[in-house]
């Protein structure tokens, strides 16, 4: 009947659909806002060999096609700029600026203190730099939107030069770069569709031209056996395809080879590079480095550190006193109170008199110093007045005393809920660079229940921890060593807490205390090593999660009944992150990983566990590892491409098998799968009971949490800014977990009779058969401090069905009912829901 219907209506009103569609599709497609002869810039091709990075290429279009709705030709952004054009009025904003200039020069005027000034000239500024960025780009609808983007022949041209300019500097020297412009013809929409212009660009590299030799002329013989001694390092080498890039990085190494070995004023300048293109036959390129010398001093001077002063409270002025003054180590410190351990801040000094001018030392001391969160600023200059070379370090020091409140919102695995932090600080309490830390929390947010799917409560967390941080290893090294470690801003915590976590079905209150040690290598690499972590917990359950785990332990499934015994934890943990290039940043690509493992219960092999076992507590063996790996993609200033592979294993060593339930891998939520509800899917193809209301609820009943022990997951998603501050995100998410132990359960149809509950155990031979695939998309309002996602999860491949039936992506469903019929439970006649997820922060 509705196709009937429908049908109807459309030969009825099929003429009306004629006339308004293009109407309304001029205006998305922006083809209204152009002039009679303009075209609207549809689209870009490059066509160019597969070793050409056409990536690059698109980078250098000095025009760019408005931005389109899902790839579809319609400008949603072109019609939000005009809409704002429509009611901008330029000379509103001016005068609004000056009657706020005029305001608050007035209030300037009239304070009587310079803490008034400076807040009145701040909040000046604030407003008056809004109102100039409206005056010179328009309303906020404008700077949403985009203006229309028409073909400009002049552009088009600039684009071809820019082109031919990156092939010859990545050694195409012959290339030829050519365009076709091509003009949609006009076909059903006739004169709409006649305004959109697409260009060709086609690219001709040519063959590339090879460096063949490289040679050195350089006058200075001490310049020239730094250069040889470190040639191995060079950019240029022979065989290597001609690449601009390296000829800059290459002066970047010498520039920097030359003042780590004491050469402090040398300029890249002084480096230059000839390129005879003609040297030999076949492409062959011969290169010249000069090293020229300074026109007014004929040489380079190397500068020796004659000696090193350290001023630690370069931010205090007392007219009435002089800095007392100590020797440490090559060092002289000055300062009007003795307040610092001399030798903790020789450490974290890497310049010694006598030695060359080394910029690279003088950046790490300045990084180390600062690790120290002791100093507001560290400041390094060099002072050659007098025939000296004389290394000055500066720093002021921090409040000893620090308070902070921090109130947010946070999302683990469930809805946002409120918190509120409250942190103190004490520094140096023990003049050797000990920071004390006291921070307690407390916030709530909304979960599902451990044993319920649908109803949402309340989940309480609080907690107080404190801690003392050493800035160096609690450990019997040498002296010697310990200056070693220095540059690697080692540091040592030792931390005592409580935490108490009040969950719907259970309650667990923890008491932990941990020795941790951390240490860094070149930025990019931290380590931690944590000797020992020990945790006392104890659980109590409501009585309808104490019935799952009764029936969990008469079915033979200890692991889980044992984990909210009252227990006594004890592990050795080390974790490696990398971080190469600051993940996240919205500037270049970037890559995560971290990797940890996990020993628990380690030191109880070796000693009698009867004063734990003695006192009702259980105790845990287990190794446990996890590997993490993200990347991010910048596909454009407005997309990225962000992958994450996620994987663990747990094994527990002790005769029950047991896990803490922390301890558990978990799949599904706002972080995971976001197909499924939180920590609901797997293990394996584990098979929920089937739900008693599939009208409500859907044919499953996820009522209850499911912990394994081996986890493999991973997602990708492609992120791009829709508008202002609003992006839109479409993802695809695979996984599970894994028990290592068949999970079983009472047979339907023989009472009394247990057998395997679906495929629930690890197998290296099937275990991609129960990967579960989830995909969807969501909406991020980034505020800066802030992002807050809505993501829809849409199952389209749920292991928990026999196979043949697993495959449900047909059967999503956005609102109840998810059956056709009350009580008919089978495949044909339920709908899968979809999961709303609400998060704070991206999923990876």
Not at 30 to 39: D, L, R
Not at 144 to 161: M, P
Not at 447 to 468: F, L, R
Request: with cysteine; hydrophobic share 35%.
């Amino acid at each position: 009947m509705s196709f009937k219907v429908s049908s109807l209506i459309a030969k009825k009103y099929k003429y009306l659909i004629f006339f308004v569609a293009p109407l309304i599709l001029s205006g998305c497609l922006g083809t209204k806002h152009i002039k009679e002869n303009e075209k609207l810039l549809f689209s870009q091709r490059i066509q160019a060999p597969k070793h050409i990075s056409t990536d690059d290429l698109k980078g250098l279009y000095v025009q760019q096609p408005n931005r389109r709705l899902l790839g579809l030709p319609l400008y949603y952004l072109a019609a939000v700029y005009y809409w704002g054009e429509k009611h901008y009025d330029q000379d509103k904003y001016i005068r609004k600026k000056e009657k706020v200039e005029k305001k608050y020069d007035y209030k300037i005027a009239k304070a009587t203190s310079q803490k008034k000034i400076n807040n009145y000239q701040f909040r000046k500024q604030k407003k008056v730099d809004k109102l100039t960025s409206m005056i010179e780009d328009g309303n906020m609808r404008m700077q949403w939107g985009e203006k229309v983007s028409t073909y400009d022949s002049a552009s088009e041209e600039r684009t071809i030069e820019r082109f031919q300019e990156y092939l010859f500097s990545k050694g195409y020297f012959t290339n030829t770069v050519s365009s076709k412009v091509v003009y949609v013809k006009k076909t059903f929409f006739r004169k709409l569709l006649g305004k959109l212009a697409s260009v060709t660009y086609k690219v001709e590299p040519g063959q590339a031209y090879f460096l063949d030799s490289v040679f050195y002329s350089v006058q200075d013989s001490a310049l020239l056996d730094l250069i040889h001694k470190n040639e191995k390092n060079s950019l240029l080498k022979a065989g290597q395809r001609y690449d601009q890039d390296n000829f800059t990085k290459e002066r970047e190494r010498l520039d920097l080879l030359f003042k780590d070995n004491g050469y402090f004023d040398f300029s890249r300048q002084y480096i230059e590079f000839k390129v005879d293109t003609t040297f030999k036959e076949n492409r062959k390129v011969a290169v010249m480095i000069n090293i020229l010398d300074p026109s007014k001093r004929g040489y380079h001077k190397q500068f020796i550190v004659d000696s090193v002063k350290f001023t630690t409270d370069a931010g205090l002025n007392l007219t009435d006193q002089q800095r007392h003054h100590r020797f440490y180590r090559n060092t002289k410190y000055l300062f009007y109170k003795d307040n610092y351990s001399l030798k903790i801040l020789s450490q974290r000094i890497f310049l010694t008199p006598q030695a060359p001018y080394s910029r690279t030392l003088t950046f790490s001391t300045q990084r180390q110093l600062a690790n120290l969160d002791a100093f507001k600023f560290v400041n390094i200059n060099y002072d050659s007045a007098g025939g000296k070379f004389i290394a000055n370090i500066y720093t002021s020091p921090l409040d000893r005393y620090e308070w902070s409140n921090e109130v947010g919102v946070s999302v683990t695995q469930g809805f946002p809920g409120p918190f509120v932090n409250v942190n103190f600080k004490k520094r140096n309490i023990f003049g050797g660079f000990e920071n004390f830390d006291l921070n307690g929390r407390f916030g709530f947010e909304g979960v599902a229940s451990a044993t319920s799917d649908q109803n949402i409560y309340k989940s309480t967390e609080a907690g107080v921890n404190a801690s003392i941080t050493f800035p160096q290893f609690l450990w019997p090294f040498k002296e010697k060593t310990q200056f070693k470690f220095g540059r690697y801003n080692p540091k040592t915590r030792l931390t005592i807490g409580y935490n108490y976590t009040d969950r719907p079905e259970y309650r667990r209150a923890g008491t932990t205390i941990s020795n941790t040690y951390t240490w860094q290598n070149k930025r990019t690499t931290s380590f931690s090593l944590s000797v020992p972590n020990i945790s006392i917990i104890n659980s109590t359950v409501d009585s309808l999660f104490q019935l799952e785990l009764d029936r969990q332990e008469s079915l033979g499934n200890f692991n889980l009944v044992n984990s909210f015994n009252p227990s006594f934890i004890s592990s050795i943990l080390f974790g490696i992150t990398w971080n190469p290039n600051e993940y996240g940043n919205a500037a270049k690509n970037s890559t995560f990983i971290r990797a940890q493992v996990e020993s628990g219960g380690t030191l109880l092999n070796f000693i009698n566990t009867d004063f734990i076992t003695d006192r009702g507590l259980q105790y845990f063996q287990y190794l446990r590892f996890n590997f993490d790996f993200r990347r991010m993609i910048r596909l454009n200033k407005w997309g990225v491409l962000a992958y994450r592979f996620n994987s663990g294993i747990a094994y527990s060593y002790t005769k029950d098998k047991s896990l803490p339930y922390e301890k558990f891998y978990f799949a599904g939520g706002s972080n995971s799968l976001r197909a499924w509800r939180p920590r609901r899917l797997g293990p394996g193809s584990f098979k929920p009971d089937i739900d008693a209301d599939p009208v409500a609820n859907g044919y499953f009943n996820y009522s209850f949490e499911k912990p394994a022990e081996v986890l493999i997951e991973g997602s990708i998603e492609l992120r791009k800014k829709i508008v202002g501050f609003i992006d839109g995100a479409v993802f695809v998410d695979v996984g599970n977990v894994w028990a290592l132990k068949e999970l079983v359960k009472e047979s339907p149809t023989e009472p009394g009779v247990i057998i395997p509950n679906g495929n629930s155990k690890f197998q290296l031979n099937g275990f991609f058969r129960e990967l579960a695939i989830g995909t969807g998309f969501g909406v991020r309002f980034d505020f800066s401090f802030l992002i807050l996602r809505f993501d829809m999860g849409i199952k389209v491949y749920d292991p928990a069905y026999d196979e043949g039936n697993r495959f449900v992506l047909n059967k999503m469903k956005f609102f109840k009912p998810f059956a056709t019929k009350t009580g008919e439970n089978t495949y044909k006649s339920y709908k899968e829901p979809v999961i709303y997820n609400i998060g704070v922060g991206f999923p990876f």
